[in-house]
């Protein structure tokens, strides 16, 4: 019977290294790709998705550009404006991603003014239905977590919203060594992230500006320290999303957000549900730059933020 026990005891402990070696493989290129394909995990390997698209636009922020003028906001703003960039030479366009959240976007700020002591506006252009975004199990690990804990920056946000996303998401899942084990493997992106879904629940506010009242007001409170001019404007709207907009009147016209643009639920434009399609995005014909230019022109006429474009080559 000891022989036994001794048997299984060295199975698990060779079952055990295998799996050690097989993740340490999955970290590394090209068993990283290798091993993501066997295992069914391609998805969690994208370039595109997390991190790997926002530490781009956060090392921009760092950037001794010459720009004196920022503008973030959600992926509709970076549909919108990112064309304009090589034109608008004095302007740092880094719309990215509602996934931010209004956290994120007050650290991509905070980083910006950081590093551009002569920045004069700063413009935040959101969704109505980005600003709600909170902590979610689709999105928030990969786009608040993961980005901000890797380039040290997550401990910008106040402390309540850091123990927020330890409840979330597991404190000891904000260890930076803990999520470079997972952002480097697909394996562990897929069944962590798998595991979050199924046995967590995303942050719950007591109204759905909670978050955005918190960190878009401390924007605002942060140019103004600096004697910067703070701009929220929100980005055109799907037909098929405009009483989700209404839904939001109550809760705005309480918030501090109405304090800062209490034109911003006024000043939303929406436009025909067929041109976006997968009900946020311009797709198809619709997704140019001729129409993108359009939009603005029509959309934010009359503000400082048209008042600053030039939509002209050289």
């Not at 004697?227 to 999303?241: D, G, K, Q, T, W």
Request: negative net charge.
């Amino acid at each position: 019977m000891r022989k036994f026990y001794l048997n299984v005891l060295l199975f698990i402990i060779v079952l055990f290294s295998v799996l050690i070696f097989v993740d340490f493989l999955s970290m590394r290129e090209p068993t990283r790709t290798i091993l993501a394909e066997l295992t069914d995990s391609t998805e969690y390997i994208a370039q595109d998705r997390g991190p790997d698209e926002i530490k781009p636009y956060l090392e921009r922020t760092h950037y001794p550009d010459g720009t004196t003028k920022l503008i973030i906001g959600d992926s509709v703003c970076r549909q919108l404006f990112s064309h304009l960039q090589s034109r608008n030479t004095h302007i740092a366009m880094l719309g990215s991603n509602a996934g931010l959240t209004a956290a994120g976007q007050y650290i991509m700020a905070k980083e910006y003014l950081e590093h551009h002591p002569d920045t004069t506006d700063v413009f935040l252009l959101m969704l109505p239905k980005s600003l709600v975004r909170t902590f979610d199990t689709n999105w928030g690990y990969l786009y608040v977590v993961m980005p901000f804990v890797e380039t040290d920056t997550l401990k910008y946000l106040d402390q309540e919203t850091i123990d927020c996303l330890g409840d979330v998401y597991g404190k000891l899942f904000l260890n930076p060594s803990v999520v470079q084990f997972i952002d480097r493997s697909p394996i562990n992106r897929k069944i962590y992230l798998n595991m979050l879904k199924e046995h967590s629940e995303g942050y719950i506010p007591s109204n759905q500006l909670e978050l955005a009242d918190q960190y878009v007001y401390k924007i605002y409170t942060m140019c103004k320290e600096r004697n910067v001019a703070f701009h929220l404007y929100p980005c055109p709207v799907s037909e098929a999303s405009a009483d989700k907009v209404q839904a939001l009147r109550s809760d705005f016209e309480k918030s501090k957000i109405r304090e800062i643009s209490p034109d911003y639920l006024d000043m939303v434009t929406y436009y025909p549900a067929e041109q976006a399609g997968d009900g946020t995005h311009f797709t198809g014909k619709y997704a140019n730059d001729d129409n993108y230019d359009r939009l603005i022109k029509d959309i934010y006429a009359g503000t400082e933020l048209y008042d600053m474009l030039s939509f002209d080559e050289g």
